[in-house]
T-cell receptor, first 115, second 116 residues
Framework: EAGVAQSPRYKIIEKRQSVAFWCNPI?????LYWYQQILGQGPKLLIQ????????DSQLPKDRFSAERLKGVDSTLKIQPAKLEDSAVYLC?????????????FGPGTRLTVT | AQTVTQSQPEMSVQEAETVTLSCTYD???????LFWYKQPPSRQMILVIR??????QNATENRFSVNFQKAAKSFSLKISDSQLGDAAMYFC?????????????FGKGTHLIIQP
């Protein structure tokens, strides 16, 4: 089966510009996650969707970050305006659901550099 | 809030030898899941092994096994017969088992180097 797809793989922008990332989860996976991984650290959860509803966005900097999951499939994560400290890899993951220990499958990530 | 601590930023092992990566965590929950993920330079996070907290038996997956000490909140990963392809960043992660939010909480990672 196809894995989690993300695009673009790399993005370089200047501070105060806007950027958007796209994620296509594994077919049939109801739960979708966005993580931020700053260099030298482990990933940090930004937002979790169950179908097209938000389950957890407690760590999402809502003044500049937004995310949506239309029709419960694809998702976009947007940063507007970007700051230098937003430079990181943004990982998307999906799972069948929240029940039990459903495995989270990760995409290849988007590396964002803010200059 | 749950926290995960990996105290070894980097480990090095000779090919074919055994290495153990350490992880401790803090939680007030009694039921949860613990994971070890591998992240090669390609950035793709790959699940290595997982442990359900309610199971006393340590999980094993081929050359990978864990030592789960619930009372001590310790979850170490043992890699036997290390291979060059095992070189990567290894992350320990925690997840609640209850309903609601179940995003992973990760440690800072251990960089594993395999010496040929």
């Amino acid at each position: 089966e196809a894995g989690v797809a993300q695009s673009p793989r790399y993005k370089i922008i200047e501070k105060r510009q806007s950027v958007a990332f796209w994620c296509n989860p594994i077919s049939g996976h109801a739960t979708l996650y966005w993580y931020q991984q700053i260099l030298g650290q482990g990933p940090k959860l930004l937002i979790q969707f169950q179908n097209n509803g938000v389950v957890d966005d407690s760590q999402l900097p809502k003044d500049r970050f937004s995310a949506e999951r239309l029709k419960g499939v694809d998702s976009t994560l947007k940063i507007q305006p970007a700051k230098l400290e937003d430079s990181a890899v943004y990982l998307c993951a999906s799972s069948l659901g929240r029940a039990g220990g459903a495995e989270q499958y990760f995409g290849p990530g988007t590396r964002l550099t803010v200059t | 809030a749950q926290t995960v601590t990996q105290s070894q930023p980097e480990m090095s092992v000779q090919e074919a030898e055994t290495v153990t990566l350490s992880c401790t965590y803090d939680t007030s929950e009694s039921d949860y899941y613990l994971f070890w993920y591998k992240q090669p330079p390609s950035r793709q996070m790959i699940l290595v092994i997982r442990q359900e907290a309610y199971k006393q038996q340590n999980a094993t997956e081929n050359r990978f096994s864990v030592n789960f000490q619930k009372a001590a909140k310790s979850f170490s990963l043992k890699i036997s017969d290390s291979q060059l392809g095992d070189a990567a960043m290894y992350f320990c992660a925690y997840r609640d088992s209850g309903g609601g939010a179940d995003g992973l909480t990760f440690g800072k990672g251990t960089h594993l180097i395999i010496q040929p």
